[in-house]
């Protein structure tokens, strides 16, 4: 589980203590003639992921055996049935809002890239569908969109294998009387995304989700208000929607658009860019579960590039967004570590590199051979793509610390990373239940984990590229769903560009 916008975490078990390993490199020096890494591997292993991620009962083709079965009742406690989703992260909670925001990445990534997926794109698109399949059961009742499954404070008291999962199982939703507009547009941009995704191979399905996705997209809209109001003390302070709502309202319909191809999703995003003005102009540069701002104006740049007369404001907001992440850019805020990587946050950062760089790849797809100018300097399609790659080699291995910090790739990657399925002894090993607290000695234990989630990407390094592979060390340690998504784009692209 991942709090927000830097905040600190409350979640990490009990402990504050640090068991630390200090770390110390002589030699930040990256080198230069190694070769790129396996980018068909990692894309392979970056989908089987989600299949780890999997709760509600599980096909018979499910390739990641040491999970089972989990959250059968879900839902039951309001009627309703809402089995199935994915767990964000380490823990076994579902929270819509970041899943939501993970499928639509995950819908974009084959979108953009599904000619160089090969036999991965099946499951880059059941992964999508283990998603979707659950946000139309979460928005089966008009007017009622389910936000949340778990009780997140008794989850994280518990080290707990999701099978055994004992803790309260709470279905929240959004109405109409207490709306969430955040979390409602979100999952319609989810819902519309992958309706482009299936368009194709299954119209039927892809018919579903989108009218399903206009009619949430309409509550989201017409009942506007932050789930932080009404379900703040369960979503609050995982992932209470920092950002306010206006954006994902915007990105919700920029999808609809690219669904639909309907001129009142058009009118909707022409007019609302302006309306939310300083909501979009305080944040060009962000992109992430909360924040949706870089990625609405680089998705309505593909539908602006060729026709001047609706440039404005996208092209220029996309491009400042260039300009303030590129770190040859003289207009550059954003931090790198000595060995290059992007760091914006000191929870999960890895969440950062994967998303921006995701959107830099497909503005250069979508650019071709134009030049944005970043104070004194040119940009071209090259330099974005190339430094796409610098973060995706350093996430591989091509770092300081000389490791990948995708679990199951390469020789060296994170053995102790926190994730309680992963580090607990899987059922085939051990079928006799583990209750709530019987878990924390494997937490505490400095034994690699048991299960080898492959993969799994870390929340990464610090700012001086240190990596301390540790369990308890949640910040560094902790896979999430939506560092994963946008990655699965970017492999797919080098795969092809090896
Ligand atoms: C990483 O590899 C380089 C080149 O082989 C070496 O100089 C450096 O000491 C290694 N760093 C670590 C932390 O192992």
Same mark, same amino acid.
């Given at each position: 589980?991942i709090?927000?916008?830097?905040k600190?975490?409350?979640?990490?078990?009990?402990?504050?203590?640090?068991?630390?390993?200090?770390?110390?490199?002589?030699?930040?020096?990256?080198?230069?003639?190694?070769?790129?890494?396996?980018?068909?591997?990692?894309?392979?292993?970056?989908?089987l992921?989600?299949?780890?991620?999997?709760?509600?009962?599980?096909?018979?083709?499910?390739?990641?055996?040491?999970?089972?079965?989990?959250?059968?009742?879900?839902?039951?406690?309001?009627?309703?049935?809402?089995?199935?989703?994915?767990?964000?992260?380490?823990?076994? &909670?579902?929270?819509?809002?970041?899943?939501?925001?993970?499928?639509?990445?995950?819908?974009?990534?084959?979108?953009?890239?599904? %000619?160089?997926?090969?036999?991965?794109?099946?499951?880059?698109?059941?992964?999508?569908?283990?998603?979707?399949?659950?946000?139309?059961?979460?928005? %089966?009742?008009?007017?009622?969109?389910?936000?949340?499954v778990?009780?997140?404070?008794?989850?994280?008291?518990?080290?707990?294998?999701?099978?055994?999962?004992?803790?309260?199982?709470?279905?929240?939703?959004?109405?109409?009387?207490?709306?969430?507009?955040? &979390?409602?547009?979100?999952?319609?941009?989810?819902?519309?995304?992958?309706? &482009?995704?299936?368009?194709r191979?299954?119209?039927?399905?892809?018919?579903?989700?989108?009218?399903?996705?206009?009619?949430?997209?309409?509550?989201?809209?017409?009942?506007?208000?932050?789930y932080n109001?009404?379900?703040?003390?369960?979503?609050?302070?995982?992932?209470?929607?920092?950002?306010?709502?206006?954006?994902?309202?915007?990105w919700?319909?920029?999808?609809?658009?690219?669904?639909?191809?309907?001129?009142?999703y058009?009118?909707?995003?022409?007019?609302?860019?302006?309306?939310?003005?300083?909501?979009?102009?305080?944040?060009?540069?962000?992109?992430?579960?909360?924040?949706?701002?870089?990625?609405?104006?680089?998705?309505?740049?593909?539908?602006?590039l060729?026709?001047?007369?609706?440039? %404005?404001?996208?092209?220029?907001?996309?491009?400042?967004?260039?300009?303030?992440?590129?770190?040859?850019?003289?207009?550059?805020?954003?931090?790198?570590?000595?060995?290059?990587?992007?760091?914006?946050?000191?929870?999960c %950062?890895?969440?950062?590199?994967?998303?921006?760089?995701?959107?830099?790849?497909?503005?250069?797809?979508?650019?071709?051979?134009?030049?944005?100018?970043?104070?004194?300097?040119?940009? #071209?399609?090259?330099?974005?793509?190339?430094?796409?790659?610098?973060?995706?080699?350093?996430?591989?291995?091509?770092?300081?610390?000389?490791?990948?910090y995708?679990?199951?790739?390469?020789?060296?990657?994170?053995?102790?990373?926190?994730?309680?399925?992963?580090?607990?002894?899987?059922?085939?090993?051990?079928?006799?239940?583990?209750?709530c607290?019987?878990?924390?000695?494997?937490?505490?234990?400095?034994?690699?984990?048991?299960?080898?989630?492959?993969?799994?990407?870390?929340?990464g390094?610090?700012?001086?590229?240190?990596?301390?592979?540790?369990?308890?060390?949640?910040?560094?340690?902790?896979? #999430?769903?939506?560092?994963?998504?946008?990655?699965?784009?970017?492999l797919?692209?080098?795969?092809?560009?090896?």
């Amino acid at each position: 589980m991942i709090i927000g916008s830097g905040k600190l975490s409350l979640n990490c078990l009990v402990l504050k203590i640090i068991a630390a390993v200090f770390v110390c490199l002589t030699s930040t020096v990256v080198a230069i003639n190694v070769p790129n890494p396996n980018y068909a591997d990692a894309l392979t292993k970056s989908i089987l992921f989600f299949e780890g991620q999997r709760s509600g009962k599980l096909p018979p083709n499910q390739r990641v055996t040491w999970r089972k079965d989990s959250a059968l009742l879900d839902g039951a406690d309001k009627g309703v049935d809402l089995v199935g989703g994915y767990y964000d992260a380490g823990d076994n &909670v579902k929270f819509h809002f970041p899943m939501a925001f993970t499928t639509t990445m995950l819908a974009w990534s084959v979108e953009q890239f599904k %000619n160089s997926m090969g036999p991965d794109l099946q499951h880059a698109m059941e992964a999508i569908r283990w998603s979707t399949d659950y946000f139309l059961k979460a928005t %089966n009742i008009p007017n009622v969109v389910y936000a949340q499954v778990g009780n997140a404070e008794g989850d994280h008291n518990c080290w707990e294998r999701p099978e055994d999962m004992d803790t309260p199982r709470t279905a929240f939703a959004v109405t109409a009387q207490a709306p969430g507009s955040e &979390v409602s547009a979100e999952i319609a941009a989810a819902l519309a995304s992958a309706s &482009v995704v299936f368009k194709r191979t299954d119209p039927a399905y892809s018919k579903l989700l989108v009218n399903r996705a206009v009619q949430v997209f309409e509550f989201a809209d017409k009942y506007r208000g932050s789930y932080n109001d009404h379900l703040g003390s369960w979503v609050c302070p995982f992932y209470c929607d920092y950002n306010g709502y206006k954006d994902e309202l915007l990105w919700a319909a920029a999808w609809l658009l690219k669904a639909t191809r309907k001129p009142m999703y058009w009118i909707y995003v022409k007019q609302n860019i302006i309306n939310f003005k300083s909501d979009m102009e305080s944040s060009l540069s962000e992109f992430g579960w909360d924040a949706k701002h870089a990625g609405i104006n680089v998705l309505i740049s593909k539908f602006v590039l060729d026709n001047p007369s609706n440039a %404005n404001p996208f092209l220029p907001y996309a491009d400042t967004f260039v300009c303030s992440v590129l770190p040859e850019s003289p207009t550059n805020t954003v931090r790198y570590t000595p060995g290059g990587l992007m760091y914006k946050s000191g929870i999960c %950062n890895m969440q950062n590199p994967t998303a921006l760089s995701f959107l830099l790849l497909t503005y250069a797809r979508y650019m071709k051979s134009r030049v944005i100018r970043c104070g004194n300097i040119d940009v #071209t399609q090259k330099m974005l793509i190339r430094f796409a790659r610098s973060q995706v080699n350093y996430i591989l291995g091509i770092n300081p610390m000389n490791m990948s910090y995708m679990v199951g790739f390469g020789t060296k990657f994170p053995q102790r990373i926190h994730h309680r399925g992963a580090s607990l002894p899987s059922i085939n090993q051990h079928p006799e239940k583990m209750g709530c607290k019987e878990g924390t000695p494997y937490f505490l234990s400095e034994n690699r984990n048991p299960n080898l989630h492959i993969g799994a990407v870390v929340g990464g390094p610090d700012i001086k590229d240190y990596f301390v592979d540790s369990r308890p060390n949640a910040a560094q340690s902790e896979p #999430t769903t939506y560092v994963n998504a946008p990655l699965v784009g970017l492999l797919a692209y080098f795969k092809a560009h090896p």
